[in-house]
């Protein structure tokens, strides 16, 4: 998978809050092979984020894409971008602009105008948004080269909502990468995304607030591995009637008579 | 004469436990007594809760906390924690019992005889009976008024190179050893609300905003705690206030009237695991880690750390 001229081998990228701990969050990135991180800028590096979490981040190897969660403003998320480029040293951002508290949907009219001044400024912008698709040709024409759709309300955990407008998303912008990002609670609806055509999965919750995240965080690896499998080995399409999956020729003549 | 160094919890808990075994010792902290993040601490004994995302070591260590503090302080309180969740996130009620054990499921009936303030609020809730609560602020000042009686000298706002100290209880200021030790800020506040009475912690499950309130004396409420990975030594941020008061309103609408006598931020020293744990580092002993657990682990960790030092000679236990 190529995100911005970078080649990546996995087509998973993890959240990086709400863990029991560090180390668990350091052996699930681990255990689901996972190639990109994503990191809240606003909660996790405040005033400068010297903590100590960001080493134990930056020791997992994994690319660290900053994530302007929780903000509700074109200009507010513009601002975290540009702290999150000096701080995490990439141009890379994962832009969120919040529309409503409580759906915590995206803006998309305020993300359209805040993806147009981060891409006009240097950044590769991977924008938080709808399965819309005049908003998708919007962000385009801003500059984004990757796209987010929301699979369903982030931490919701109920998997892809509007199947035929992913569809409809996918046929629409076939060389576009498309990741499916908030609203995924299972592996098997990670993979269905990944059969769908979908390029990469953007989970959190999934994996953090499981019983144990390292081993969902392997299931999640193993699920978007075989989905993307299945996509690129061709699904067979569905049909209304039954075809009998044994063939007929060979059938055992069990010599009862009646039917010569 | 064994010298610590840190007044907080792991401190005290450390030199009385050497005391109480006969042992010569002495505590100096840098700051002024009531500055660190022991002060700020919601003071819950609480070992089946905190295993929702605890490892099960910091159970084990805290399985006897609630009969060590009951031994040596006042005020600490047996009545279990409340586990409670609004109508519409009852999932997270099913979630955290399927993470605990130590529990009974309890109806809308005995939650209103065991807290009448919160009758017709909620359904459902958690009852973790065996659990305590106590106020960090009387517990440290007990202990330190024990320590004092055993002629411990307990000398604050003073200076000593941390090479010059035998047990290192500094919470996170001991980054300058502990490399792997992390700083994760905490936000809290402090209620007076007479009109509202609660018996025991009740903690509001909240996918968003957990939050716990801690009753104290005199119609106080102690709200927190914010989690933020951060090392940001700067006043409660607004959005953390407005987080912690929305949920405390969710709790009870009677803190609407609440008068907010304080408002505290600190920082938790937490090792990459959440652990506490004794450790060995530049010649010393280091008490450290404690995160979210300090009054929970401290007493076992210094049990631990006597009975290292009572294995060795004297000159053995401190010679690294």
Not at chain 1, 28 to 35: M, N
Not at chain 1, 197 to 217: E, H, R, S, Y
Request: with cysteine; net charge negative.
């Amino acid at each position: 998978m190529r995100l911005y001229d970078v080649d990546l081998s996995s087509r998973l990228l993890l959240g990086t809050a709400q863990y029991p701990s560090p180390l668990v969050l350091t052996d699930a990135i681990a255990a689901a092979g996972c190639g990109v991180i994503t990191v809240s800028l606003r909660r996790e590096t405040a005033n400068g984020g010297a903590n100590g979490f960001w080493p134990l981040l930056q020791a997992t190897g994994a690319r660290i894409l900053p994530n302007t969660a929780g903000c509700h403003s074109a200009q507010e998320a513009i601002t975290t971008a540009q702290m999150a480029r000096e701080v995490f040293g990439t141009n890379w951002i994962k832009l969120e602009v919040i529309g409503n508290a409580d759906t915590l949907q995206p803006d998309p009219f305020a993300l359209v105008e805040a993806a147009r001044v981060l891409c006009a400024d240097g950044f590769a912008v991977f924008p938080y948004t709808t399965e819309d698709l005049i908003v998708a040709e919007r962000l385009l024409d801003a500059g984004c080269r990757v796209l987010m759709p929301w699979g369903a309300p982030i931490g919701s955990g109920r998997g892809l909502r509007h199947v035929d407008a992913l569809n409809a998303m996918r046929a629409h912008f076939p060389s576009v990468p498309l990741i499916i990002d908030a609203g995924i609670g299972a592996p098997s609806q990670a993979a269905q995304a990944m059969e769908m055509g979908f390029d990469a999965v953007l989970l959190n919750t999934a994996v953090a607030k499981a019983g144990d995240p390292v081993a969902m965080g392997r299931a999640f690896g193993q699920a978007i591995a075989a989905g993307r499998a299945a996509f690129e080995a061709g699904l067979m399409p569905p049909r209304d009637m039954a075809v009998p999956s044994t063939p007929v020729l060979g059938m055992a003549d069990l010599g009862l008579g009646g039917l010569r | 004469m064994i010298t610590i160094l840190g007044a907080g919890v792991a401190g005290l808990c450390a030199a009385t436990v050497l005391a109480e075994r006969g042992l010569s010792v002495e505590v100096v902290d840098s700051g002024p007594e009531g500055a660190g993040a022991s002060w700020l601490a919601g003071g819950m004994l609480a070992p089946f809760v905190e295993a929702e995302s605890a490892p099960p070591e910091v159970a084990r260590l805290g399985a006897t906390a609630a009969e060590w503090w009951a031994a040596r302080v006042p005020g600490v309180v047996r009545h279990g924690t409340l586990v409670v969740a609004p109508a519409r996130d009852r999932a997270e009620l099913d979630r955290f019992a399927t993470r605990t054990t130590g529990y009974a499921r309890i109806g809308a009936d005995r939650i209103a005889e065991l807290e009448p303030a919160l009758a017709g609020r909620f359904a459902n809730a958690l009852l973790y009976e065996a659990e305590a609560h106590l106020d960090p602020r009387v517990a440290l000042q007990a202990l330190a008024d024990g320590l004092r009686q055993r002629r411990v000298a307990i000398r604050y706002d003073t200076h000593l190179a941390p090479d010059q100290a035998n047990i290192d209880c500094r919470g996170i200021a001991a980054r300058d050893t502990l490399l792997g030790l992390r700083a994760v800020r905490g936000e809290m506040l402090l209620l007076h609300c007479p009109n509202v009475t609660l018996t025991r912690p009740i903690r509001l499950l909240h996918p968003r905003f957990p939050v716990y309130v801690v009753p104290r004396e005199g119609g106080r409420f102690m709200v927190g705690a914010t989690m933020v990975e951060s090392d940001a030594v700067g006043p409660v941020t607004l959005r953390s206030a407005s987080e912690l008061m929305s949920a405390a309103f969710a709790l009870h609408p009677g803190f609407a009237e609440a008068a907010i006598v304080e408002m505290g931020s600190g920082l938790r020293p937490a090792f990459a695991d959440n652990v506490p744990r004794l450790t060995q580092a530049a010649g010393r002993w280091h008490l450290n880690g404690l995160y979210r657990h300090g009054f929970l682990t401290a007493p076992a960790l210094a049990k631990q750390l006597a009975d290292e030092i009572d294995l060795a000679p004297q000159e053995a236990a401190f010679a690294h």
